[in-house]
């Protein structure tokens, strides 16, 4: 889909059911291009410049080349069928802004942590936060071409259950990104599956 059309594609009348997903992670994982790369409307953002007074806070040691940041959230849309469309938003990753996090959280259905292993600290407070709330969630390593990691080590690095899917990505790729949250809504459907 180009992007003239993604900015006008209208929402159906017949919808009357609408999915939320959030998106979270560290400063610069991808959050905002994940959203970016999969949403059929031209997604809502809240980037802006980063400038010399954020250079104190905000460490970009490892990500030099992030211009701007986002200081509230990203929202996009898929449409899934007649009735039902997927609302995605991507959570700033910043300390400063974690406060909004708990209100992202409230009537989602899951999450993707979005992963730089490179920095892999950077997600622990992400995944703390949603267990705290018992959202389920995946976690999706986005390449940044850093050191190659196993799964074991990834998981071992985050203390990830083992039923907890994980997978590559390039959030950059739309088919990529969607192959993600293909994997959370399996995983939602097969934790719906499960006896209580």
């Not at 993600?180 to 209580?196: A, G």
């Given at each position: 889909m180009d992007s003239a059309t993604s900015e006008r594609t209208p929402l159906r009348s017949t919808v009357d059911n609408g999915?939320?997903?959030v998106v979270v992670g560290g400063f610069g994982v991808g959050k905002t291009t994940l959203v970016r790369s999969v949403s059929e409307i031209r997604p809502l953002n809240t980037e802006e410049t980063m400038t010399r007074a954020g250079e104190a806070v905000d460490d970009i040691t490892e990500i030099g080349s992030k211009t701007s940041t986002t200081v509230a959230f990203d929202f996009g849309r898929i449409t899934l069928d007649d009735h039902n469309v997927l609302y995605l938003f991507g959570a700033p990753g910043q300390e400063r802004f974690w406060f909004l996090w708990d209100r992202l959280f409230s009537g989602t259905l899951g999450a993707v942590v979005l992963v730089d292993t490179r920095r892999l600290a950077d997600s622990w407070y992400a995944i703390d936060r949603l267990e705290h709330h018992g959202t389920p969630f995946i976690v999706a390593c986005n390449d940044f071409g850093g050191p190659v990691h196993t799964e074991q080590q990834i998981r071992e690095a985050l203390d990830l259950a083992d039923h907890v899917p994980m997978v590559e990505c390039d959030a950059r790729d739309r088919s990529s990104s969607k192959y993600?949250?293909?994997?959370?809504?399996?995983?939602?459907?097969?934790?719906?599956?499960?006896?209580?």
């Open positions: 999915l939320k997903i993600v949250l293909i994997t959370l809504v399996e995983h939602l459907q097969t934790l719906l599956r499960e006896p209580r």
